[in-house]
Nanobody, 121 residues
Framework: QVQLVESGGGLVQAGGSLRLSCVAS????????MGWYRQAPGKQRELVAF???????NYADSVKGRFTISRDNTKNTAYLQMNSLKPEDTAVYYC???????????????WGQGTQVTVSS
């Protein structure tokens, strides 16, 4: 059963914007937090941002001021608005649900297929 479906990726020029969406099953979305991760070629997957059910957010330093995470609890959907994109933002972006401890998030579900974001210079 598919629990997480990411969409919204694409090819964009540096300085451009994209909005990613993550639709989760109701059970998955009921877990405390939703997070966006990314994995660039040859690199480990990293946490980009997370948002708790109460709306608390946390961002990686590399995206602060450029990316905004949000969630619609009525639609079981999380979003990642990405502005001022840079070539170094190029990666496959994944969402997941998990539990937050401080500034870290422990994922609780299987990974989806992700959505590719490519930023050209």
């Amino acid at each position: 059963q598919v629990q997480l479906v990411e969409s919204g990726g694409g090819l964009v020029q540096a300085g451009g914007s994209l909005r990613l969406s993550c639709v989760a099953s109701r059970i998955v979305f009921s877990i405390d937090a939703m997070g966006w991760y990314r994995q660039a070629p040859g690199k480990q997957r990293e946490l980009v941002a997370f948002i708790t059910r109460s709306g608390g957010t946390n961002y990686a330093d590399s995206v602060k001021g450029r990316f905004t995470i949000s969630r619609d609890n009525t639609k079981n959907t999380a979003y990642l608005q990405m502005n001022s994109l840079k070539p170094e933002d190029t990666a496959v972006y994944y969402c997941n649900a998990g539990v937050v401890t401080g500034a870290t998030m422990t994922v609780m579900t299987n990974w989806g297929q992700g959505t590719q974001v490519t930023v050209s210079s």
